[in-house]
């Protein structure tokens, strides 16, 4: 299949739901960049996000994460992988929609557990219940990430381009972002 992006599609989720890993598959399979908005903030702060969490705090962090945000969907049309918390700020929301595209990668609590559990670079599961910290944080962001555009849910057992293949099918509903030529 051969297509061109209209739009920078903007991948939006949970910590865990596979948001950069999909978006790589995503872009290549689409020939278009991919920008991960935690990468973007780490290689201008020469940090990493837990550095800054530890350092500048949760509120300077999102400070960045907008500033980079905005900058991404201004310069480049690609794939753009964005963390957890990104899409709780209403201006990142409201220039994702205006620039790009949301697509809610929608993997449920027992699967983003089963992700996230054996890994220590998620500050904010730095916590003594980490467990407790996610279900709190999935049940915040849901309502939020449910507004997002367009929706693709995540199963068990799915491999990472069987995923980037539904994000695909997601996106030829929308003309406005995805051409594809044939």
């Known amino acids: 299949m051969q297509a061109r992006l ?12 596979g948001k950069t890993a999909v978006g790589k598959a995503l872009a290549a399979a689409l020939h278009a960049p991919f920008l991960d908005s935690d990468a973007e903030i780490e290689k201008a702060a020469n940090m990493t996000i837990p550095e800054i969490f530890a350092r500048d705090g949760e509120p300077f962090f999102r400070l960045k994460e907008r500033q980079v945000i905005s ?14 918390g990104a899409y709780m700020a209403p201006e990142n929301r409201e220039i994702i929609s205006k620039k790009g ?4 990668l929608n993997a449920d ?8 559990r054996h ?10 219940d980490p467990l407790g910290a996610l279900t709190k944080l999935y049940n915040e962001r849901v309502p939020v990430y449910a507004t997002a555009d367009l929706t693709v849910v995540s199963q ?11 994000v695909i099918e997601a996106l030829r509903t929308r003309p406005d972002v995805l051409e594809v030529l044939e």
């Open 6 to 17: 209209k739009k920078t599609v903007v991948l939006v989720g949970m910590m865990g739901a």
């Open 71 to 84: 900058r991404l969907l201004e310069n480049e049309r690609g794939v753009l992988s964005t963390g957890g």
């Open 156 to 166: 068990p057992g799915l491999s990472i381009d069987a995923m980037a293949s539904r």
């Open 101 to 104: 595209v949301a697509v809610w």
């Open 109 to 116: 609590l027992d699967l983003l557990w089963s992700r996230v």
């Open 119 to 128: 890994k220590d670079t998620r500050p904010l599961l730095r916590v003594p």
